[in-house]
Structure formats: C-alpha cells, structure tokens
T-cell receptor, first 118, second 110 residues
Framework: GAGVSQSPSNKVTEKGKDVELRCDPI?????LYWYRQSLGQGLEFLIY????????KSGLPSDRFSAERTGGSVSTLTIQRTQQEDSAVYLC????????????????FGPGTRLTVL | SQKIEQNSEALNIQEGKTATLTCNYT??????LQWYRQDPGRGPVFLLLIRENEKEKRKERLKVTFDTTLKQSLFHITASQPADSATYLCALVQDDKIIFGKGTRLHILP
C-alpha cells in the first residue's frame, strides 16, 4: 500500500509486560515520528528519526520507552514493564526530506495502535 | 515553552454555513502552521500549511489565515457539509519540532 501502516492495530497487555509496536512508513520518506494520543488529549510527541538516527528523543516519557529504526525504513517502539498510564493510541507518521535536507514537514499518519494496559 | 490553544468545546454548525475554528499560540511565531483533520479511530490527515509570510491560503472550500500579530490562525470551511464533521488539529513547526494542539471537534448539523 501507499500509506503508513502500523501493527498491531490493537494490543491488550497486562501491567508489567513489554510491548513492541511497529511502523512501516511511506517508501522513500526519510523522517519518521512517533506520537502518543490519550483519550481527549492532543498528540504528544515522543521521538523523531531522520534516517536511522534519532536527533530528537526529548519526548520519550521515561527510560521504559525506546525506539529504533533500521534500514531507514521500519521502526519499532518498545515499552518495557508497561504501566496503566501507558494506555493510549500510538501514532506513527512519516514525511519526505527533500534533497538538500529540507524537510517538508507534511506528515502522513498511520492508523495507530491502540494499547490497553490492564 | 510554546503552547497551542484550540477551543476544547465542540463546535456545532448548521449545514451550508461557514465553520470557523481558532488556533492560538503563546510565544514566538512559528515558521509555519499546519491544519489536520482527524476522524474517530484514525490518524490525522494533513489539510493545509501556511507560512509566516502568508496571510491566507485556500484549498477548495477550506481557507486558513495566519496573523502573527494576534498569534492566531483561523481555519474556515465554507458551505459546510455533514461529512466535514471531524476533529481538526492545528500544529506549528518551529526549530524542527512539531507541536500539536488538542483539536476542536466540529459537528455539522443536517
């Protein structure tokens, strides 16, 4: 498909378990973003990748959260020892970085992964 | 730090009228502002981008304005339709960071 895809679409886990969320960006999009959206809240920025490197990790809420991106494409967001407050929709977005490094910043979002921690 | 404020209350507009949504920011003017639409259970979809040196941008029935003096962007939907009902998010881009507002829910009443 041409859009951003995420898996799983829904994840229910028990408190204390680790979870891994996956994002497949649009082919050719160098920039990749992770956000968290809680019920009735805005998008909370988590982390930004440019290629495989993450110049901005400022949004990760704790050291239980980590993300990686390999091959400049697929990214995984891992939450260790999940807590109930981690319950939210996790959204991934990608954007095109043009030649010369100019990021258009128009973001294309995936459908999100709804995480529920019991 | 920069904050974005959007009306948290839902906006109800009669079909055919113009809907106007407001986005205010608190600090320095961003390089540009974006507006997104989000339907329930889906990720946001990009609608329009306006740069700080542009006063107005149009796309079909959509119009966005950007007033750096008032630190405000207005988003207008003319000839509104029930299908326009959604949550609309404002986002600003500054120093390679993108900050989203919480969004305003818009209901177009038939």
């Amino acid at each position: 498909g041409a859009g951003v895809s995420q898996s799983p679409s829904n994840k229910v886990t028990e408190k204390g378990k680790d979870v891994e969320l996956r994002c497949d960006p649009i082919s050719g999009h160098t920039a990749l973003y992770w956000y968290r959206q809680s019920l009735g809240q805005g998008l909370e920025f988590l982390i930004y990748f440019q290629g495989n490197s993450a110049p901005d990790k400022s949004g990760l809420p704790s050291d239980r959260f980590s993300a990686e991106r390999t091959g400049g494409s697929v990214s995984t967001l891992t939450i260790q020892r999940t807590q109930q407050e981690d319950s939210a929709v996790y959204l991934c977005a990608s954007s095109l970085i043009l030649a010369g490094g100019q990021n258009t910043d128009t973001q294309y979002f995936g459908p999100g992964t709804r995480l529920t921690v019991l | 730090s920069q904050k974005i404020e959007q009306n948290s209350e839902a906006l109800n507009i009669q079909e055919g009228k113009t809907a106007t949504l407001t986005c205010n920011y608190t600090n320095y003017s961003p390089a540009y502002l974006q507006w997104y639409r989000q339907d329930p259970g889906r990720g946001p979809v990009f609608l329009l981008l306006i740069r700080e040196n542009e006063k107005e941008k149009r796309k079909e029935r959509l119009k966005v304005t950007f007033d750096t003096t008032l630190k405000q962007s207005l988003f207008h939907i003319t000839a509104s339709q029930p299908a326009d009902s959604a949550t609309y998010l404002c986002a600003l881009v500054q120093d390679d960071k993108i900050i989203f507002g919480k969004g305003t829910r818009l209901h177009i009443l038939p």
